[in-house]
């Protein structure tokens, strides 16, 4: 919106007419519009697409027929589904307790303590989150065939532990950036020992970053499919395994169906964790 203007000139005064506007800046905003559009429009349409092609009552899926919630009735009754699905909390609970309990003694440890090549094994602890998972997968395998570990619940909660506990290590470690160690030395000048300082002080502030950071984790590993892929072994399908297993025979609305429950929990659990790191800060 432009403004006109008013130029005095002695005892009279002349009305001036709004400058145009720039063609060139009207351009690029509609520009920047049409690729913030574009953009969200390629990331979440096939999403929705998904979400409702999984009501579609039409056995292929290609074609809309009508809406239906017996898809969502089968999951129920599917007994395979139901099985890797309770696999994949497992491993989840399991590789995420691991993490939680190893990310935040890892980050206190690097934040607080002074020794030899500190910033190399803090590089280190970035690696797993920029090495892509196909690299991790094969290096797990040939570790554990090089130490003749049997492929099974084991190997995906140890791998599971090792890809995300750098994600709770990072989040732990920023809110200690922030943590005012005042409160810490009041505590102990009250007669406050070491232990209980740590449970009594540190771990309640600590506790929004911890939660995240493992909600974080838990996440990762419900919906991680490669790396389980390499690690697993007889009898231990994750979910995300079983689905690709599943779309062999072709995508079905029961398909859509599972990946809409999966996406919706892992958008819940991400929902509450941006919850909780609203509420810390």
Sequence with gaps: MTNSTIVVMGDRAEYAPPAPERPNLRLGQLSLIAVTLFTFAFLYVPIIVLILFSFNSARTGAVWQGFTLSWYQRLLGNEALLTAAGRSLIIGIVST??????GTLTALAMEREHFRAKAVWDGLLYMPVIIPEIVSGVSLLLFFAA????????????????????????TVRARLADFDRSIEEAAQDLGADEAKTFWLITLPLLMPGIVSGALLAFTLSIDDF??????????WNTLPIYIWSQLKQGVTPEINAISAVLLLFSVSVIALSLLLQRRRN
Aim: net charge positive; charged share 10%.
């Design 226 to 235: 490669i790396i389980s892929f390499f690690v697993t072994g007889k009898g």
């Design 147 to 170: 130490g003749g570990i049997e492929r099974g619940l084991l190997t995906l909660v140890v791998s599971h532990i090792a890809f995300s506990m750098p994600f709770v290590y990072l």
């Design 97 to 102: 307790a691991g993490s939680v309990v190893i």
